[in-house]
């Protein structure tokens, strides 16, 4: 029987400690008996970045985000300059891309995990109340030494290789009715729909615009 495909949504490792994690993550998936795929590093875009990204995450039966610091703020607002106005200090945010790649894959009602790296600010589709599991590591190869973080990502592998096709993971058309679309979602799952249906707009905006998708690319990176 051919290997389930996991799709790992990471931006580009710039530290040694970043690399040997993903190193680190992808034997782990292995020896799980699944087949990691991860962009720059077993697949490679060679034209428009977001249509082989969903090229790629179309032939995975799973998603692995790992979110890690990319962009650090010392201080500054939020909501500057309203009622709501305060103030933020040591702030680390990931990079866009687990957002955008998250959306793909629960629009495809793939099963998700998130890896996160302590102290990372959560939001977006990367908090603690959907249907997936968000476990707080350190982001480095040792961080897989706990016994406890090892189990639950193998019994994680274990669900994606089991798993029936069932409603959850119908690929949404727009045939589809509202009620049908309504049961192919849980309560929990329906609190993401509008986060996903965002990022699927601009994934969809920008897919046949080759350059335009290049330049975020540039912008963005990973």
Do not use: H
């Not at 969809?204 to 912008?219: M, P, Y």
């Amino acid at each position: 029987m051919a290997r389930q495909n996991i799709f790992i949504s990471m931006g580009s490792p710039f530290t040694p400690s970043q690399g040997q994690f993903l190193d680190a993550l992808m034997d782990l998936l292995r020896a799980c008996d699944v087949e990691p795929r991860v962009i720059n590093k077993t697949d490679y875009p060679t034209g428009n970045p977001l249509s082989d990204i969903s090229r790629v995450i179309g032939e995975c039966q799973g998603a692995i985000v790992v979110a890690y610091e990319r962009t650090y703020f010392d201080n500054g607002l939020e909501k500057r300059k309203s009622p709501q106005e305060k103030s933020i200090a040591s702030v680390r945010y990931t990079t866009p891309w687990n957002q955008i790649e998250a959306s793909m894959a629960f629009a495809l009602g793939m099963p998700i995990l998130v890896l996160m790296e302590l102290g990372l600010r959560e939001e977006g589709l990367l908090e603690e109340k959907y249907d997936w599991y968000i476990e707080r590591l350190e982001i480095s190869a040792e961080a897989f030494q706990n016994k406890d973080v090892r189990a639950r990502i193998m019994a994680w592998c274990r669900r994606v290789q089991t798993q029936k096709k069932s409603r959850a993971t119908r690929q949404i058309s727009p045939d589809l009715t509202i009620s049908e679309l309504g049961q192919m979602l849980t309560v929990k799952t329906a609190l993401a729909l509008g986060a996903a249906a965002f990022g699927l707009f601009v994934v969809g905006l920008l897919a046949g615009r080759s350059e335009f998708g290049t330049f975020i690319l540039g912008v963005l990176g990973r």
